[in-house]
């Protein structure tokens, strides 16, 4: 793992709000607020509800941007993520992402209507530093 992506792993890897842009059936983007957080490989996860209109979305148009990290107006670090979206069921991704505060939406890790959305980015912006996926 090279330092920058040592230093974007540091600062994804905990749970933290995230702004989702996915594309409506129209075109039009749709931001929206989730909860995820990035492996060692960068890939970014989380979990929605799979009737929900964002899970729609990416499964017509898998692309998205995510950023997250900035928690003041003048902060200086922050992430800008593009990258293509898939949609997991399988119980061990299921069961790797679970965390407590789930059960506000879930009944459990079991909860038929519970999914991971795994985006693996193909660049990441990290304030002024820019990483891209290899080919």
Same mark, same amino acid.
């Given at each position: 793992?090279?330092?920058?992506?040592?230093?974007?792993?540091?600062? =994804?890897?905990?749970?933290? !709000?995230?702004? /989702? $842009?996915? $594309? &409506?059936?129209?075109?039009?983007?749709? !931001?929206?607020? *989730? *909860?995820?957080? $990035? +492996?060692?490989?960068?890939?970014?996860?989380? #979990?929605?509800? /799979?009737?929900? $209109?964002?899970?729609?979305? /990416?499964? &017509?148009?898998?692309? *998205?941007?995510?950023? /997250?990290? &900035?928690?003041?107006?003048? #902060?200086? !670090?922050?992430?800008?993520?593009?990258?293509?979206?898939?949609?997991?069921?399988?119980? =061990?991704?299921?069961?790797?992402?679970?965390?407590?505060?789930?059960?506000?939406?879930?009944?459990?890790?079991? +909860?038929?209507?519970?999914?991971?959305? =795994?985006?693996?980015?193909?660049?990441?912006?990290?304030?002024?530093?820019?990483?891209?996926?290899?080919?």
């Amino acid at each position: 793992m090279s330092d920058l992506e040592n230093r974007i792993y540091e600062f =994804a890897r905990r749970p933290q !709000l995230i702004n /989702l $842009a996915t $594309a &409506a059936p129209d075109g039009h983007p749709q !931001l929206r607020y *989730v *909860v995820g957080r $990035a +492996d060692e490989s960068l890939v970014i996860r989380f #979990s929605t509800h /799979l009737d929900s $209109a964002k899970v729609e979305q /990416l499964r &017509a148009n898998s692309n *998205v941007c995510l950023t /997250l990290g &900035a928690t003041q107006v003048n #902060s200086p !670090l922050w992430l800008r993520v593009d990258g293509t979206a898939t949609i997991s069921t399988e119980t =061990a991704e299921r069961e790797s992402f679970w965390f407590g505060a789930l059960t506000k939406h879930f009944t459990g890790v079991t +909860d038929p209507r519970y999914c991971v959305v =795994a985006v693996k980015p193909s660049r990441i912006e990290f304030g002024e530093e820019v990483w891209q996926a290899q080919c």
